[in-house]
């Protein structure tokens, strides 16, 4: 059996020197130092094999009895996208209310937790609730923990800025929208993510509807959009790892999919390119290809009346579907400020636009 949380950390202190971050009189470190970011150069995987998945939101009742009880409040952040709910731990959801999560959060895009102990259960307990939404992605370069790849974490402190890596200073702002992990045969699908330090102000997370920048467009236009395949790749996020001396566990790939895909559940179309990891439209000569790509970025990053801005307090978990959203992390905090963040990744269904 895997360690808990309290055999593998038996005190913050001692942690933090195996880690050998500078500690200060004003800063004990990662209040969570098991989840510290971990790379192990000799760590490999194979290629990701395609497996059956089937979306639990299809079994669930649509009145959502379990997730939504009298004890739950819900509140609706936008029209199209975002809904905080408190009164109700995720740690404690039957299977049915795990169902009830997936369905509500394919249909409401991104659903914001609050006060929430999921982050101090275990990992063993945290991954086995992220398993009932698909096989959970092991990320081929980010800071994974270790015994545990299934963790994708994101740290940003004075020691470790995780962000400055990715997207380099040149850069007049750090928006990067995308939906993670794009470039898999079988993307992401309803994905967990818990902050465990967090700065004082911002370190928000801003999301958009897919499914709306897709509705906004005229009839046809969507027309011209049916039936294009769009090419996603790994190899950008590996070279870039590969260059500051980083790890790549698994070598990257390119994969094609359906440029509007239907979800499994809910049965809406969402635009399904992203900035982040969609370079180009099958069939299209460059030109073609970067015009439509480009309106297509610039229309999803404009649309503010379809976006919302995840802000996280002690305790919160937003659970999102990849497959409907875009998502962008804000680089907007004091760089001596740590962000400690813990995503756990289900893989969902090959997309599919029927
Ligand atoms: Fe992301």
């Known amino acids: 059996m895997a360690p808990s949380v309290s055999d593998v950390v038996p005190s913050i202190a001692d942690a933090v020197d195996d880690l050998k971050l500078t500690v200060t009189k004003q800063d004990n470190g ?21 497996y059956q998945h089937t979306d639990p939101g299809a079994k669930a009742d649509r009145a959502k ?26 740690s404690q959801l039957s299977e049915d209310g795990l169902n009830e999560l997936a369905l509500y959060a394919a249909e409401r895009k991104v659903l914001i937790f609050r006060n929430q ?8 307990r945290q991954i086995e609730i992220a398993k009932h939404f698909g096989r959970i992605q092991r990320h081929p370069t980010s800071g994974n923990v270790k015994g545990y790849p299934e963790f994708h974490v994101v740290y940003r402190g004075t020691e470790h800025d995780m962000l400055k890596e990715v997207i380099p200073d040149e850069r007049i702002n750090r928006t990067q929208w995308h939906s993670d992990v794009s470039y898999e045969k079988q993307p992401a ?9 967090q700065p004082e102000v911002g370190g928000d997370t801003l999301f958009g509807s897919q499914v709306e920048a897709y509705n906004r467009l005229s009839p046809e236009f969507k027309k ?4 294009l395949r769009a ?5 950008e996020q590996a070279e870039s790892s590969r ?11 390119l994969t094609e999919h359906p440029l509007v895909r239907r979800h499994p559940v809910t049965g809406e179309k969402a635009l399904y390119v992203n900035q982040g990891f969609t370079r180009r439209i099958v069939g299209y000569k460059t030109e073609e290809s970067e015009y439509l790509l480009r ?11 379809f976006q919302i801005r995840a802000r996280y307090e002690p305790g919160t978990v937003v659970v999102w579907d990849n497959r409907v959203t875009v998502h962008s992390a804000t680089g907007d905090f004091n760089p001596g400020d740590r962000r400690h963040a813990v995503r756990l990744t289900p893989q969902a269904e090959v997309p599919t636009d029927v």
């Open 30 to 50: 990662p209040s969570y130092p098991f989840y510290y970011p971990y790379y192990d150069p000799e760590e490999k995987f194979p290629p990701t094999q395609v």
């Open 65 to 90: 009895p379990h997730l939504l009880t009298p004890e739950t409040n819900v509140s609706h952040i936008s029209p199209f996208i975002g809904t905080e709910i408190s009164g109700v731990q995720i």
């Open 117 to 124: 102990d999921f982050k101090d259960i275990g990992p063993d």
């Open 189 to 197: 699908g309803t994905t967990f993510f818990f902050v465990l330090d």
């Open 224 to 227: 011209r959009l049916e039936g």
């Open 231 to 235: 090419v996603h790749s790994a190899f």
């Open 243 to 253: 260059r500051r001396g980083g790890v790549v566990r698994r070598e990257p790939i």
């Open 295 to 305: 309106f297509l970025f610039d229309h999803i990053a404009k649309g503010a009346d």
